[in-house]
T-cell receptor, first 107, second 114 residues
Framework: DAKTTQPPSMDCAEGRAANLPCNHSTISGNEYVYWYRQIHSQGPQYIIH???NNETNEMASLIITEDRKSSTLILPHATLRDTAVYYCIVRAGKSTFGDGTTLTVKP | DAMVIQNPRYQVTQFGKPVTLSCSQTLNHNVMYWYQQKSSQAPKLLFHYYDKDFNNEADTPDNFQSRRPNTSFCFLDIRSPGLGDAAMYLC?????????????FGPGTRLTVL
């Protein structure tokens, strides 16, 4: 699985969009980009995934660059409940979690 | 709702006393995973089952074993827990284990070793 790089922490104001970047420069053609989040003391929760195209669901949007070497997870209207560690994972099989980004949503 | 269940949520054991953690799923997924997550660290994959085939990670200590008696259940056995094994243990499932394959995680079991 390709290695990912994420900033260790980010802050976001409640109600604003949260944009979480991820670098995966060694991604190969068959590897998907997955995003999970882990709220304190809970199991990781699936958010979204994509291969090439941008994706959107009820939780978030995923923007993948054309060369697929980086992606951005967008939470359009962050709430306090979105405070969590966000993991970007590149996989074609079992997941290897990196250190993730701790997102703190502030009132 | 289909889900991944872990019991117990909190487990206390003594140094060197064997302990078993359990995981069950109602998703009928082929793959079941066990992760170890120590405080302030990312989850680390210990091993996984693809159906009945066991796949151990290269750096998983021999102290950790697993059993999968049927599709629904998977167990993590720690034969002689040390203080360094105190962690959150996460069970996850996925349908096929490759390609576009979402993992579904249980709530975890927090293990304390006294």
């Amino acid at each position: 699985d390709a290695k990912t790089t994420q900033p260790p922490s980010m802050d976001c104001a409640e109600g604003r969009a949260a944009n979480l970047p991820c670098n995966h420069s060694t991604i190969s053609g068959n590897e998907y980009v997955y995003w999970y989040r882990q709220i304190h003391s809970q199991g990781p929760q699936y958010i979204i995934h994509g291969l090439k195209n941008n994706e959107t669901n009820e939780m978030a949007s995923l923007i993948i660059t054309e060369d697929r070497k980086s992606s951005t997870l967008i939470l359009p209207h962050a709430t306090l409940r979105d405070t969590a560690v966000y993991y970007c994972i590149v996989r074609a099989g079992k997941s290897t979690f990196g250190d993730g980004t701790t997102l703190t949503v502030k009132p | 709702d289909a889900m991944v269940i872990q019991n117990p949520r909190y487990q206390v054991t003594q140094f060197g006393k064997p302990v078993t953690l359990s995981c069950s799923q109602t998703l009928n997924h082929n793959v079941m995973y066990w992760y170890q997550q120590k405080s302030s660290q990312a989850p680390k994959l210990l091993f996984h089952y693809y159906d009945k085939d066991f796949n151990n990670e290269a750096d998983t200590p021999d102290n950790f074993q697993s059993r999968r008696p049927n599709t629904s259940f998977c167990f993590l056995d720690i034969r002689s827990p040390g203080l360094g094994d105190a962690a959150m243990y996460l069970c996850a499932t996925s349908r096929q284990g490759y390609g576009t394959d979402t993992q579904y995680f249980g709530p975890g079991t927090r293990l304390t070793v006294l």
